[in-house]
Nanobody, 123 residues
Framework: QVQLVESGGGLVQAGGSLRLSCAAS????????MGWFRQAPGKEREFVAAIAWNAGNTYYADSVKGRFTISRDNAKNTVYLQMNSLKPEDTAVYYC????????????????WGQGTQVTVSS
């Protein structure tokens, strides 16, 4: 059973930082590309960042480029999202996702999802 568990969300003031973690189990983590998505109330789930199986390539949505950094530690079966210079519009539930081998940037291309962690940025 594949399981992805996000943590690290919370309430932060605009301009602040948070570091999200996603712990994976039930899969050979080093062979999976990983992604972060977010969904605000009443909105569609949107791509945030992704990282290749070997961390050789990363991808970011334009809205977070330069502020967010995705990374992974294959020895710990964990992917991270460092979020800096947070804005109120970053408020959403953040989801971790996994897919085998090829990195992707759309919801439909990922087969495994975590339960999400809430990030709220106050102004």
């Amino acid at each position: 059973q594949v399981q992805l568990v996000e943590s690290g969300g919370g309430l932060v003031q605009a301009g602040g930082s948070l570091r999200l973690s996603c712990a994976a189990s039930g899969l050979t983590f080093s062979t999976y590309a990983m992604g972060w998505f977010r969904q605000a109330p009443g909105k569609e789930r949107e791509f945030v960042a992704a990282i290749a199986w070997n961390a050789g390539n990363t991808y970011y949505a334009d809205s977070v480029k330069g502020r967010f950094t995705i990374s992974r530690d294959n020895a710990k079966n964990t992917v991270y999202l460092q979020m800096n210079s947070l804005k109120p519009e970053d408020t959403a539930v953040y989801y971790c996702a996994a897919r085998r081998f090829t990195t992707a940037t759309t919801v439909s291309e990922y087969g495994y999802w975590g339960q999400g962690t809430q990030v709220t940025v106050s102004s």
